[in-house]
């Protein structure tokens, strides 16, 4: 038997230059952060098809930033994220080093 386990939701994303972003909603079923030296969102993409399903809002799939103090395992276990530019212009505003 297996257990649904909730994913941190991403409250807000304010990149609209991404396929997958609506008015300031991130519609990806789920998203990936993470690179060697931020926690870029590795979902970003530019586009001129339209990504993702209006009815939902995107969750955080995994997460490589094993040194945020809310990333276990390399799971994100933030109460929700936000993304935004920072290092790049799709990244995850609510990292937080050790
Ligand atoms: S809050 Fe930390 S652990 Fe969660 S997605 Fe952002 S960088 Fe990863």
Do not use: K, W
């Amino acid at each position: 038997m297996t257990t649904a386990i909730e994913m941190p939701r991403v409250q807000e994303c304010v990149v609209a230059a991404c396929a997958y972003n609506n008015a300031g909603d991130c519609h990806a079923y789920a998203i990936t952060i993470g690179s060697m030296d931020h926690a870029h969102c590795h979902t970003f993409v530019e586009s001129p098809v339209r990504g993702g399903m209006e009815s939902l809002i995107a969750q955080v799939g995994a997460c490589q930033r094993s040194d945020c103090q809310h990333n276990e395992q390399l799971e994100c276990h933030a109460p929700s994220i936000r993304v935004g530019p920072d290092n790049d212009l799709a990244d995850c505003m609510t990292y937080v080093g050790r």
